[in-house]
């Protein structure tokens, strides 16, 4: 089976830099992936990595250690429209669905 | 369509009468996923259609739910005999799922169905 832990709540600044981790419990791997989700819409993706290492893409950017079992989502310059929740999910082999983490509910502040 | 899409998007249904909830793949699509998302949890995994395989079922909470595919379109879930802790949001997603690591999965915005 899988697990994943991320934290339930962070609180940030606007304009500031926030991380959100992962670790994470799996028999294979196949990558680690992590989705935005606003009240009451549809999660939607926003990054994976497969390999060690950072990958960025505008002001977000998500890494990963397989050797760790550990990834993160880092998020900068928030915004008020960051305000949303962020699930870790991974896939623990080919073919299978995501298993998603509980999702960490990030309050961005003025 | 250019995305997922599910109906009804709100259900309310009396505790005891089944409930139909649909599900339009992106076309092309081979894979497709049913998450329940209860008010501020994650998602978790109901079932799994990939192409023509027998369906991953692993994440059906009980027999009262069932879901069918037609070929690579449309997927049906039915909740048989709801009770009031079926009430949920009820996400699908879908994805070109071509084995690779890196099959991104697209999800429709949900029905939320309320048992009284």
């Known amino acids: 089976g899988q697990s994943l832990e991320q934290p339930s709540e962070v609180t940030a600044v606007e304009g500031a830099i926030v991380q959100i981790n992962c670790t994470y419990q799996t028999s294979g791997f196949y990558g680690l992936s992590w989705y935005q989700q606003h009240d009451g819409g549809a999660p939607t993706f926003l990054s994976y990595n497969a390999l060690d290492g950072l990958e960025e893409t505008g002001r977000f950017s998500s890494f990963l250690s397989r050797s760790d079992s550990y990834g993160y989502l880092l998020l900068q310059e928030l915004q008020m429209k960051d305000s949303a929740s962020y699930f870790c999910?991974?896939?623990?082999?080919?073919?299978?669905?995501?298993?998603f983490g509980k999702g960490t509910r990030l309050s961005v502040i003025a | 369509g250019a995305g997922v899409s599910q109906s009804p998007s709100n259900k309310v249904t009396e505790k005891g009468k089944d409930v139909e909830l649909r599900c339009d793949p992106i076309?092309?699509?081979?894979?497709l996923y049913w998450y329940r998302q209860r008010l501020g949890q994650g998602l978790e995994f109901l079932i799994y259609?990939?192409?023509?395989?027998?369906?991953?079922k692993s994440g059906l909470p009980s027999d009262r739910f069932s879901a069918e595919r037609t070929g690579e379109s449309v997927s049906t879930l039915t909740i048989q005999r709801t009770q009031q802790e079926d009430s949920a949001v009820y996400l699908c997603a879908s994805s070109s799922s071509t084995g690779g690591m890196t099959d991104t999965q697209y999800f429709g915005p949900g029905t939320r169905l309320t048992v009284l």
């Open positions: 259609f990939q192409g023509n395989s027998a369906p991953d």
């Open positions: 076309s092309g699509h081979t894979a």
């Open positions: 999910a991974v896939r623990d082999l080919g073919n299978t669905p995501l298993v």
